[in-house]
């Protein structure tokens, strides 16, 4: 696990449960209080955080997604929101597990399709994992991975239809593209939660995972291409294809230049590997990966919410302009890719504590691990 730390990407201000810090035994640290007082205190100061800041009532909300992957407790997590905030008997709720990092993705394009559906309708999208159901406590290599990326973290974001709502909006979602690998035995195997020989649970990271995340990506952009390239690289795509059909088999396809389509980029924070992989298959340059690298090297793999850390790092270090386009772009268990493609509404400089000098850490410990 030291090995795997000092080549990971993350630096040493990543947070963990305050509980994994304590002296074994580890079951009254792993316990079901230990993991919802995880969640809430994440969730309920997100949520706190973005109806404070947007100036919505909670009242206000009609429809709740929240995912959290590994962690699925009755009531659920969806449930204690409602609870905590008092929300109204009408509002929709959906609880997403079991979907990995691309969950966030899954969420938003969750609320998509029941905004197209309900006019009139403010959503609220909370993002977590939960690192304390997650934490691994046993040898086997391929298990411990897991403990050396991925860091407490969650994101919530408002989303609506309403039409007082539509001059104070920072974004507007113009594509969504899901990819979903689950009929391919080695896409469906790469990620699987398990327990090793000694009975102790864990999630399993196969060596065909960087494989599979290639292969995903690339059914992915193909699907994305045409919705988002200018023409001048779809035509040099086309004209690549029908020289290796017609030609010769062996000829490398052109790999259009996604940095034409977007002005800004944010990957999910999978790993130092999966950012190296990405920068070359999009052939983008080092400073496109910089919000997520220094993302990583921050907060970590997040799982879900990583992606929102990443766009936070933007909106705080750079800063976005009116027309300016993002790709959102999140990997996750199944196998999946998610896309997502936003475009700035107005320009401006919204700063983030998440990514300033000041930081708020009440109940968190401070570390790269324990």
């Known amino acids: 696990m030291q090995k795997i730390l000092q080549t990971s990407g993350l630096g040493e201000e990543t947070y963990m449960p305050p509980r994994l810090f304590d002296a074994p035994p580890w079951r009254e640290q792993v316990s079901m209080q230990a993991k919802r007082q995880e969640s809430e205190a ?46 109204k008997p009408t509002v929709i709720t959906y609880n997403l597990s079991g979907m990995g990092c691309s969950a966030g993705l899954q969420s938003i394009a969750l609320v998509r399709e029941l905004l197209q559906v309900y006019p009139g309708q403010t959503a609220l999208v909370v993002s977590l994992e939960n690192i304390t159901e997650n934490v691994y406590l046993g040898n086997q290599r391929s298990m411990t991975i897991t403990n050396c990326l991925f860091r407490l973290g969650g994101a919530a974001a408002l989303l609506s239809n309403k039409r007082r709502h539509w001059w104070t909006a920072r974004y507007e979602l113009q594509h ?70 017609l030609i010769a088999k062996d000829r490398e396809l052109y790999k259009p230049s996604f940095d034409h389509a ?25 400073a496109h990966l910089v919000p997520s690298r220094e993302t990583l090297k921050r907060y970590g793999n997040t799982s879900s919410s990583s992606i929102w850390y990443v766009l936070a790092y933007i909106e705080t270090k750079r800063g976005l302009k009116r027309g300016d386009k993002v790709l959102q772009l999140a990997f996750g268990s199944g196998f999946k890719v998610n896309s997502a493609v936003w475009r700035a509404r107005r320009t401006f400089f919204k700063q983030h504590a998440a990514f300033l000098d000041i930081y708020a850490k009440p109940i968190i410990r401070s570390t790269s691990m324990p």
């Open 176 to 245: 969504m593209v899901r990819t979903h690998m689950g009929s391919d035995d080695e896409s469906y195997n790469c990620v699987s939660q398990q327990e090793d020989s000694e009975g102790i649970r864990g999630i399993k990271l196969d060596k065909a995972l960087m494989r599979v995340a290639g292969r995903a990506l690339m059914h992915n952009l193909q699907q994305l291409g045409p919705l988002v390239l200018p023409l001048r690289e779809r035509w040099r795509y086309a004209l690549s294809w029908l020289a290796r059909a």
């Open 42 to 87: 994440v969730m309920f100061t997100c949520i706190k955080n973005v109806l404070y800041s947007s100036r919505v009532a909670p009242s206000e909300i009609d429809i709740l997604v929240m995912n959290c992957s590994v962690f699925n407790p009755t009531p659920s997590l969806s449930a204690a929101v409602v609870n905590h905030f008092r929300l």
């Open 262 to 286: 977007f002005n800004h980029f944010c990957i999910h924070t999978g790993g130092r590997g999966i950012l190296d992989g990405l920068e070359k298959q999009l052939s983008l340059s080092p």
